[in-house]
């Protein structure tokens, strides 16, 4: 296993000159607790979880993934979190003990930690989310023997409940906040998923989770870089207006250091394209600023002289080193290189203009992305964390991850509040990939505390992480929280009216009058939002108490208007296609329903006599509905949510009932993939083809992208990388040109539409064909016509097709299917190529659900051509949801799956091979199987 620690050293932030820093990050730490009478060997960076993991106190660490999270964990592991550990490092060699100052620099300390350097008290720190620093100077003067560092990390879990019972702390209506499992997590600064989620488990991790540096200084001059913030904009930018794409860019470099500077310091930038290798800028600023511990400079480069980055799909991923250096007279004080690129990204909530409206677009205001001055339709998901354990996240796993992300055609993440502030090899590999990061601040399902020392920690906390991650092209937006105006603010409302004034200010203080300065002081290039899930704001003026002024409500009830995004949940499955239920908004940043993760990546965590819907382990793993607290055996909140996933299966698809009950199990796991997959496919495609509608509808992001565990959740990869249904069905239906059936169940009409997010107009044919299930052709095509020609502009949508389903001239509508096949011809945004791109899609629509279906037995072939690497699969009949299976030990996907096969047809297929720790043999555990086979055989 690769270790993030050995990942980060390559990426220390900044070179560092004229002093001595010596690199903690490394085996040789013991992790000990007094009471508990356990002391192990421990590592930086790294949790408690993990090092007793790898000293086998709870498992066995050659099982590393089953482990921390086999079977009720969960559960059984709340002594851990509910102790006190100590972190000893071994006496620290390399120290000059003479130094004028020393200082210990911790980029991350999860969460309550008591600091001792040789034996003495250094300081204390409570956010998870903070760098650190502290003076050791006099400490390492008085040090008697050997120096070490101890790090004292107090129970989060107790700390939290201290707060909440301490008089002097605030409290809320009863019922509103969101409880998990541990209570009080609205009052710490630590990743809010780690007391449990409606996806996840609750493990509460400590440790020293970032790397420690110890920087010594012989004085003026030696400066250690601690962070930078590079900003890139158009010159004028403000972070709410549509940036002027003709302005000069502004190159603006901060870095924050400590040691000391001398008085006047000069500084070079240079500025040099990563493919070419071809300097476009290199100068030497004579005036910096000067401010704390911060220097700053500016260059200007011509508006049109850098390549731009664009996110996937829309053109190139241009990407620049920009070298920074703090010199005074010849000498280098500090260096960094920071990889970036050039582009604007905007959330345009401007009110609709006379312009718009005449283009046939309600009224009401924008709320859409627009990159490079171009509007675009955003595809993805929601990145939650990718695990319980964030130094277990290796840079190959979120490789893995985030390439499929890119063959998933999605172009956007929304990553999360509240997990935890990405890493940046995570937004490098964004970079890299083209993939929008719109990123949040951790903070969600609560509302929380407003006074001074909370709001001073946030602050803090805030400016570290802007200026982190400001510098990388992916980043796209800031959110103040997750769902706190849509959700949290209206159940306020609900539990007390008479204090909801008072707690609409207190979430105004802190998301607007708090985290907004700091975000626009740190940033020109971003947009900021206060919470995910909003109206838009009614004004922004810098100079008011409350600089934006949110629209909340106001006016969204007025027929036709259309003024914000949406999340949307809707857990009876009864009206699950029924698209007229769906939102009708500008964007939709969540969306979805849970389904079981495959008998795989079951087995890696669960033991095969729990493998039934009914066991208490598979039902204690799923956490929707969640306890609702620490209560370890709440079976009434989970089994309501196993009983919609089960309902909705019922309800459509033909009901596994097969004598094995692994094969059982497995049967059912994919049948509640193949609801989700299609629930998520209705909506998708009815958002898309919103762009063309009045709401001009710009986004669709599903929860949620992948999973931190092996649970029953919104997931559309699990937690090893294996794709479900619904990835695939997403890959599919995100392509940019699309052909989608609308069938309104109450009238019967069913209208089908080709919709397109190419920025110009794209020209092809549509083929629809009317079989029965045995692949027979119906006769005169139930009255359709055969082929058509149709064109579909720009990010619009076009349509092709209208009948009235109950007047087509069908026999028997439960032995009936209308496949729909387009080929297209037009341009990718940005392209190089003159020659158009063709592009092809399959659909399929039929009149009856798939449980109702007389389905013949496909006899579906299976050939492998080992020399070419491909797969080829074949029906006798019409194969519905033809599933390509591989085993364990393998991490990738086919380039297809879950598709409709006609007989005749011969798909051929490569996997792409991720990972392998089979050796190959995995070649041999593929197998083929389609809708049929649900309820027949083993
Ligand atoms: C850990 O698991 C491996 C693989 O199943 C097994 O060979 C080994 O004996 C186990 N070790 C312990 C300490 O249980
Ligand atoms: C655990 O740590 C906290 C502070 O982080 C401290 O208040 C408490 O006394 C400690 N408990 C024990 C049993 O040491
Ligand atoms: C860009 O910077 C990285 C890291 O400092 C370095 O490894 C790479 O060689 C640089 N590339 C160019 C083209 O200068
Ligand atoms: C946008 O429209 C709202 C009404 O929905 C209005 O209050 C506001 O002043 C308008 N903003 C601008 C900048 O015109
Ligand atoms: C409408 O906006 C005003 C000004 O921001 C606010 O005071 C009021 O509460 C809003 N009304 C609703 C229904 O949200
Ligand atoms: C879960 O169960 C608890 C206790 O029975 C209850 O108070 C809580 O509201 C439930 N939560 C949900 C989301 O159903």
Redesign the pocket.
Known sequence: MRLWHQLLLALIPGTTLGQTVLDLNSDGWTVSSKALNISVPGRVPSQVHLDLLAANVIGNATLPYVVCYHGLNDFNLRWVADSNWTYTSKPIEGLKPKSKSSWLVFNGLDTFATIKFCDQFIGTTDNQFRQYTFDISDALKHCKGSPTISLEFGSATKIANDIAADPKSQTWPAGVQGIFEFPNRWFIRKEQSDFGWDWGPAFSPAGPWQNIYIAQFEGEGDAYVLNTDIDIYRKGQINHLAPDQTQPWIVNASIDYLGSLPKNPSMAIEIKELESGKLLKSESIDKVVLSGNTVIGTVIVDADAPNLWWPAGMGKQSLYNITVKVQSKDRDLASVTKRSGFRTIFLNRSNITEEQLAQGIAPGANWHFEVNGREFYAKGSNLIPPDAFWPRVTEAKMQRLFDAVVAGNQNMLRVWASGSYLPDFMYDLADERGILLWSEFQFSDALYPTDQPFLDNVAAEVVYNVRRVNHHPSLALWAGGNELESLMLPMAKDADPESYPAL?GDYEHLFISLILPLVYENSRSISYMPSSTNNGF?EVDLSAPVPM???????TDAKGHYYGDADFYNYDSSTAFDFSGYPVNRFTNEFGYHSMPSLQTWRQAVDDEDLDFNSSTILLRNHHYPAGGPDTHNFKNTTKGMDEMTTAVKRYYPAPSKADPIGNFSAWCHATQLFQADMYKSEIQFYRRGSGMPERQLGALYWQLEDIWQAPTWAGIEYDGRWKVLHYTARDIFKPIIVSPFMDTKTGVLSVYVTSDLWEVAHGTVNLTWTDLSGTPITDNAGTPMTSQFSVGALNTTRIYETNVTNLPLDNPQDAILVMDITAQGHLPNAESKTPTTFTHRNQFTPAFAKDLELRDPQLKLSHDSQAGTFTVEASAVSLYTWLDYPAGVVGYFEDNAFTLLPGEKRTLRFVVQKDETGGKWVDGVSVRSLWDQTTGV
């Open positions: 609409v009614l002024t949110e629209r909340y409500d106001n006016g």
